[in-house]
């Protein structure tokens, strides 16, 4: 097998994002574009990249600082021939070079690697990725000649009338042999209607040398639509959602409605797991099999084991057992873990704590900075105070505390194994084993009060 670089043309202005933020960098479900172009190339064995960057070319370094890739300055955007030309020591004789671009982020790992394969089998000095489509206006037009063989890619800006009728366009993605691009760069112009250095053009400088030059059509050309517009980025978010839920499902994942569930790409999800409607699984989550997560449900880098039930929840950077029921309104902030057959019900937050086994948390709770043990009652309205107004202290709740309604936790204070509190106590002092703590007044009943 022949070695493989790539080229990433990243220089570009990206003005119709309407954003200080350079357009590669915009994300489509979690991931900036041109990480996901970076990730596919690298997924496709291909190790070295080059990066070409221009405008916000600090912004995108250091987005890719940890990516291993090596940039090369593009100061005039003066073209996609004078982008790759600025990477002119990367490009190496006898080594192959595929071009990709920062901003078509739905690219496929098997396109690129069949490009490869069919450049290589073909023995060719470049071969281009065409596709048929309906509405080829903006594209570079794939001319043939009557035999069929490829004579030259015409820019839409440059084209005839006649050569714009032509239906198969120019992916611009393709695999060069480094040695014939370098010298084919050098003989390029900026002779055309937008006074650029086209890299296509290479291709008919070849051609012309008698070098062998041809296009793999690919049948799915929306895996190489360049995002330009928010409207776009939309489109492109769309077609990622939708394969990743095709490929969920196909898992033995049941989506009740694919089009309001987003998961990212780096999450997994258990066999017969059901995701109802409008629900986010985004970061490292990973849930178990039998769940049911959702409806209206957002988690974020959350492990979850098998049978539990999250709805209308958000959830983060936690971990949560099996057989557990969670919301609906529940918020669980980072840091917790929740063990197995809890209850976290309505209007409950936890956060930095762990919830031993078959505890209940039901309803308008604020667990935070607690070690809570197993079966543990806590009644509606509990709030473990952690906070003086400087410093935060934790709450250590034993196994089998029953918690009355309304009860303050100041912590730090400990409830020992199989203590109760009354409902009302504002709880200041440990409290023994098995004791029960009440800390409120005794209710005073005054007789015939309304009528003075
Ligand atoms: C290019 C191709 C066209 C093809 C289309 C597919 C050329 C001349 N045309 O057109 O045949 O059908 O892609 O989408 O190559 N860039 C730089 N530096 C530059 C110019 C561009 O880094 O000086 C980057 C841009 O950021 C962009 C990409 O290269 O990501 C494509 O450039 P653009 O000028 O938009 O080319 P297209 O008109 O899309
Ligand atoms: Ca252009």
Request: aromatic letters at 6%; proline letters at 2%; glycine letters at 8%.
């Amino acid at each position: 097998m022949r070695q493989r670089k790539a080229i990433l043309l990243a220089a570009g202005e990206g003005s119709r994002m309407k954003s200080k933020k350079a357009k590669v960098l915009h994300e489509v479900m979690g991931k900036s574009m041109v990480q996901r172009v970076v990730d596919v190339a690298k997924s496709a064995g291909l190790e070295e990249i080059a990066v070409i960057v221009g405008h916000q070319a600090e912004q995108v370094q250091e987005a890719l600082k940890d990516s291993g890739v090596t940039f090369f300055l593009q100061q005039e955007q003066k073209g996609t021939g004078h982008a790759v030309m600025q990477a002119e020591s990367f490009l190496e004789e006898g080594k192959d070079v595929v071009i990709l671009y920062g901003d078509t982020p739905l690219l496929q790992k098997e396109t690129l690697l069949s490009l490869m394969d069919f450049h290589e089998q073909a023995q060719n000095a470049v071969t281009i990725i065409s596709s048929l489509v309906d509405q080829p206006d903006g594209y570079g037009r794939i001319v043939r000649d009557e035999a069929g063989q490829f004579v030259k890619n015409v820019e839409h800006k440059d084209a005839s009338e006649a050569q714009r009728q032509i239906k198969e366009i120019n992916s611009g993605i393709y695999c060069f042999d480094g040695g014939c691009l370098k010298e084919a760069l050098k003989k390029i112009n900026n002779q055309n209607a937008q006074g650029e250095y086209y890299l296509p053009d290479t291709l008919s400088v070849l051609k012309a040398e008698g070098k062998k030059v041809d296009a793999m059509v690919v049948s799915d050309s929306r895996q190489f639509l360049g995002v330009n517009t928010r409207a776009q980025l939309a489109q492109v978010q769309k077609v990622l959602q939708e394969r990743v839920n095709a490929y969920w499902m196909n898992e033995g994942v049941t989506i009740l409605d694919p089009a309001t569930t987003y998961i990212a790409d780096t999450v997994t999800v258990g066999m017969d797991t059901v995701i109802y409607p409008q629900t986010l699984l985004e970061g490292h989550t990973v849930i178990g099999e039998n769940c049911q997560i959702g409806p209206c449900t957002r988690l974020m880098d959350m492990t979850v084991g098998d049978e539990t039930t999250m709805q209308f929840t958000t959830a983060m950077e936690s971990t949560v057992g099996s057989f557990t029921k969670v919301g609906p309104y529940a918020y669980i902030r980072p840091n917790c873990h929740i063990g197995n057959h809890i209850k976290v019900g309505d209007f409950v937050e936890v956060k930095n704590s762990v919830i031993g086994d078959g505890t209940k948390i039901s309803h308008l709770t604020y667990v935070g900075d607690s070690d809570v043990g197993q079966n543990i009652n806590f009644g509606c309205g509990t709030v473990t105070v952690n906070y003086d107004g400087k410093k935060k202290f934790r709450t250590v709740i034993e196994d089998n505390v029953f918690i009355g309604c309304n009860a303050n936790l100041v912590a730090p204070v400990t409830l020992k194994e199989g203590s109760y509190v009354a409902a009302g106590s504002t709880i200041t002092k440990d409290v023994p084993p098995k004791a029960l703590a009440v800390a409120r007044n005794r209710q005073t009943n005054l007789e015939g009060w309304s009528k003075k």
